[in-house]
């Protein structure tokens, strides 16, 4: 779609200045480039010309009537005037009227000091009203949902809110009730406004009639302090603003950055950073349970990772990392093990993938940009809400076209052309069919029985594909089973073989920085930058001739490891096995043999509680460095939030100092430094190109795995799946969250014919067993998956349901008793 | 709970057929009014079941119906009698008879006999001006309207 | 008396087809157009000059030819929902000729090269529902309707389509809204809707009457119909005389005829040998004139010279015994009701015009607050959304500069114990 650029251009005047913008320009956007100030209401450039507060009529030569400058688009010689006397009474009567019964109690407004009506009133309002009634009265702050407050008397009607949530959430969950004066912004049967993006509105209002609950009255706007900065949640890292007094969290605001995130933030982003101020955060160093000092505690690592090193070699100890880490952290700590205790026993994830890409990384926008999406495995609504809001902007308003494939039914499939279901653990079969049918071959016949899906399906998908001038595929590497990834990176490969066709991928697993944990090297088989360790020459050169070269041990292959005690000692980075592993009921007594197990996290976990030595880390609000996001953005992460302990990178290069390293990075920037100059892909990462809206780091080099087949153990029951959600209850959204409503029960989603099978119905109260753990759920009889399959969507820590799974096996098998 | 008689889903189908299948939502107001001429008005339940049909949420359903005058979202009296207010009516003596109306309804405008046969309403311009005043029950135009043609009317509707 | 919409409109059963055809020689115009190429119709339509009859005046074979080329599938969107105060010819053409209007809307559609149609109602016309539902089974019997109508390979289908309620839907970018199920609020225009209408395609919105008048111009010819009327108001217009007069109705004209005419002979002069005071001659929406103006020709150039405008052709005759300001506050309140809510001026403006009158009505009103009024009108009046705000001026606006003694009388007798009546 649209690759063609517009480059047409008009000329026109505002107020004698001459302007010239792209075509369809409306003409409030013409006017802010040359620092003329039309005022608005309604107009929001997301959401397009609408016109109904009439603040901005403007005076247009030849235009017999005055005219409203945001539905106006910016025409060749057009001439406007914007501070004539007919046009400042407009706006004196317009203010007046939309004054008329708003009530100016804007002491105790929560917008006061970022009004818009303020502001435009002050600007170019009349210095009085000749209004002599009454107010029209309406309920005051009332919640619209737990999280949102409405005051209706202050509402404009400017429909901003009610055309976001129709226009951008596409959910029609907020409209206007009734008509003329006696409209209201409401919901259906007043259910509360709980969507995934409700928070929004609160930004656009322009008014104070939306207000965040949370932060009513707790400071004044002017009173804060803001940081830019960057949302730690899920891997689009949308930009967002950081209010902060007396060095504490008092809301987040979007930081609008079209590159990532188009001007919206999910309400996890605005909502689900209560942890910065939570009792369970980890900020004390200890020892056996006991605080010591930070430098005590560093110490003590060395010396027993050291210890450990020269009993039982380098490769007895491990590193257990995660995407939640910032690059400058990662990067520093698989430097530690690699340099300074010689090993690869780095990872941090539980599911196969490599570093790199065989075609272009496409960034966010691309998805609106291409002919066709191609979504594998990926569950946006819950694992990277912004890409749905962009996803939705492409379908319904671009003209691009998706191809969903999943083994689950997602709300992306309102949205696709076409919706494939596969067998739940089947993804790497009809990969390889797939990859069959761009190849002009057919997969084997007995590929529907096995799948779900038909060979005549893929091959419509491949006729799509050679046929879409840009095709954007998206997958989530961490919802595709064995080493399907490898295949799906065949297909990529094949499809831009293709002649007509230009293929890009985003890698879309859902965790922060998950781009960024391969980029770093975060793998026990490859270093930063995607460099294979068959590249010895490279390595040495980066990283000096001790630097180690055989394979290390993967995550799950640290945790067996462990059980069979030839691993001695584990450092686990912001991360938390035994809730979040496959067969984490299992990873406690594994870790028990440990000689040595270090935490460093930010919350108090299940996994912190066995530790012998536990680091703080400080976390999104308090750290500083970058991340790079599903589309290979890499952004600046800055802190708002300030705390005596040293960052987690700081605190790795305390450990190496101990173990003998002679140069220690004296700042952050110093490691972003090291990044740009060693990693593959981010030599132009420097901290000045990155400020503004971030910047796509280059390639980073692409070994493909093996082709490994898509041989699917076999089992009894039914394949399980495990679904993300994005409220799950956690260590980040714990009870005390202010988004603790948003909590699902614990459910189990199964066919009809299964449910037959196994004698249950809807709503039943049910144990779903398997790899000897159990979980309780209620029975949702659905089309969520195929028969033979079941989801269960993971809602807490507590409900346990990685337990299920089977580390190490492509697919788990469960059963449901009642 | 609400669920469309089987005379009506045949109506359903028929309205359906007016308008092409990807623009459906047309359909809105006809679906409103079959519900409130099955229900006597519109019911929440109603909203859910005709926003399901249509692809539209809930609140979108509620958005349309309460732009919509005709659309009541209580429940009404039997007979619902609405007296034309504007200007034509008004210049032939409809505030007389509206009173006249109420008084003998004992009840005001806006409210519904207690033993719920009849709610008076105010309408606007309900376009029959030369044959001021007007007066319609469910509906049904009574055009040229006088005291006595009230009482007999009214009377007809027991 | 020039009849051609309400030729023998009192023959009973007309909306039977039989009769239709039997007494208007009713669908014989389709096998006429038929014979013409679309764009011959349109310029047949454009040479008698014919113009929109809902209010604007549109001349109706332009606003055929805006249609956007070679942009199908094309609609139709017949405008009845006629809701303007004062006016109720349409309703009389739908109850007692329904055949007309489908002749009217096939004959449309195919000049502009429609093959879906939809009549879109005022949801009050409840009983006139089954009337066009009845009418449009007979024209589809007869094969006037439906696929390849009379062997021309034109196919045209025309459906009903039922309002709820709203006088805005009478604007027809607000129609279309409603037509395509959402809350009847005005469009962006541009847009137009022969651009972009109805689903997005181009759209003919023309009002019932202006649909009417085609078969009797395509049977009889362009220059028969402009014949009718003046120079600039081609052919007959029906006025609805409302008010104060003997004999009010809907009253069939050649454009041009003096307004005291209709009032004095065709609606029988004012009631109760009262004297005229006042009179609104194109529906709620323009301003009204004194007596004193009366002998105004009944046309569009005319009235517009005479400061108001022809509209929706409702004559709203008022006599002496009327206060105006009355009046004025009896619209304010119905423009009030009907204000979609959408822009501000009109949501706003039309509520504090309304509380002001009230006040002046029950003689609790301040001299300076006509000039206020005033004021507030020129506001709203060309800064609103959509046409509803400019309309709602028009009653103030014409009653405050024609009988301003009105509103001192009401002011000033403050101690006048017997509030003036209204509701």
Known sequence: MNTATQTDTVTLTIDGKTVTVPKGTVVVDAAKTVDIEIPVFCYHEKLGPFGCCRMCLVEVEKMPKLTTACTLAAGEGMVVKTNTDKVEKAQKGVLEFTLLNHPLDCPVCDKGGECPLQDNTFKFGPPDTRMEYNRFHRDKATPLSPVITIDRERCIACQRCTRYSDIIEKDQALVMLNRGFQNRVATFNDKPYDTRFSGNVIDICPVGALTNTDFRFTARAWDLTNANTLCGHCACNCNMTLGTRLNEMKRITTRPNDLVDDGWICDKARWGYDFTKSKNRITQPRKQGQAVSIQDACSEVAASLKKIVEAHGPQSVGFIGSGYGLNEDLYSYQKLFRQNLGTNNIDHKTYTDTPGLPVAHFDLLDVETSDLVVLIASDPTEELPILDLRLKKAMTRQGVQMVVLNDQQTLMDKYATQSLRYNVGTDGAVLAGLNAALQGQSAGSDLENKTGVSVDQLKTLAEKIKSAGKVCVIYNPAALTGSSVHILKQCLSTADGLAETTVGAMPAAPVTNSVGAMDMGILPDSYPGGVALSDGDTIKAKWGDTAPLEKGLSALEMIEKAKSGELKALVVYRSNPVVDFPSGHEVGEALKKLDLLVIHDMMETETAKLAQIVLPSNGPGFDEGTTTNVGGRVQLRTKGLTTDNPADWKIVSMIAKELGQETAPKDVHAVTAEIAEKVNGYQEIKRSAIRKQGKNRGAVASTNGASASDGVNTGNGLVLRVANVLFSHDKILDAESNLAHQFQPSTVHLHASDAATFGVKEGDEVRVTGNGHEVKAEVRVSNRCNPGGVVLPKVSDEQGVMSLAEAGKAVSWVTIRK | MFAFTEASETRIVKILAKYPEERKVSALLPLLTLAQAQEGYITPEAMVDIGKRLDVSPAYVESVCTFYTMYYTKPVGKYVVKFCINISCHLNGCDNLLEYTEKKLGIKEGETTPDKKFTLLKEECLAACCEAPVMQVNNKYHVNMTPEKVDQILESYQ | ?423
């Not at chain 3, 005033?374 to 103030?396: E, R, Y």
Request: aromatic share 8%.
């Open chain 3, 1 to 423: 008396m020039t009849e051609i919409l309400f030729k023998d409109i009192n023959t009973p059963n007309l909306a039977s087809i039989d009769v239709y055809e039997k007494t208007l020689d009713g669908y014989k115009a389709l096998k006429k157009a038929f014979a013409m190429e679309p764009d011959e119709v349109v310029e047949m339509v454009k040479a008698s000059g014919l113009r929109g009859r809902g209010g604007a005046g549109f001349p109706t074979g332009l606003k055929w030819s805006f249609l956007a080329k070679d942009v199908f599938p094309r609609y139709l969107a017949c405008n009845a929902d006629e809701s303007e105060p004062g006016t109720c010819k349409d309703r009389e053409l739908i109850m007692k000729n329904p055949h007309l209007l489908i002749e009217g809307m096939i004959l449309c559609s195919y000049a502009c090269r429609i093959e879906t149609g939809y009549n879109y109602m005022r949801g009050e016309f409840w009983e006139y529902e089954p009337v066009m539902e009845k009418a449009m089974e007979e024209a589809y019997a007869k094969g006037y309707l439906g696929k390849n109508i009379l062997g021309s390979g034109f196919n045209l289908d025309i459906h009903t389509h039922m309002g709820a309620g709203a006088y805005i839907c009478g604007e027809e970018s607000a129609l279309l809204t409603s037509l395509e199920g959402y809350r009847g609020e005005p469009r962006l225009k541009p847009p137009f809707p022969a651009v972009e209408g109805l689903y997005g395609k181009p759209t003919i919105v023309n009002n019932v009457e202006t649909l009417c008048a085609l078969p009797y111009i395509v049977r009889n010819g362009a220059e028969a119909y402009a014949a009718i009327g003046t120079e600039k108001s081609k052919g007959t217009k029906l006025v609805s005389v409302s008010g104060h007069v003997n004999k009010p109705g809907n009253y069939e004209i050649p454009l041009g005829t003096p307004t005291i005419d209709l009032i004095e002979k065709y609606a029988g002069g004012i009631r109760n040998g009262n004297k005229l005071k006042a009179f609104i001659p194109g529906g709620s929406s323009v301003p009204m004139l004194p007596a004193s103006q009366a002998d105004v020709p009944y046309d569009y150039e005319s009235l517009q010279a005479a400061g108001t405008m022809l509209g929706s052709g409702a004559l709203i005759v008022m006599d002496d015994t009327t206060n105006v300001v009355v009046e004025a506050l009896v619209l304010t309140h119905f423009y009030m009701h009907e204000s979609c809510g959408k822009c501000t001026p009109c949501r706003e403006g039309t509520r504090w015009m309304y509380q002001i009158l009230s006040d002046i009505i029950t003689r609790k009103g301040k001299p300076e607050q006509v000039e206020l009024l005033n004021d507030i009108c020129d506001n709203m009046a060309f800064k609103c959304f959509c046409p509803l705000g400019d309309a709602a001026v028009a009653p103030i606006v014409s009653s405050i500069q024609y009988f301003p003694e009105d509103y001192e009388d009401l002011i000033a007798s403050l101690k006048s114990e017997q509030p003036v009546g209204t509701h």
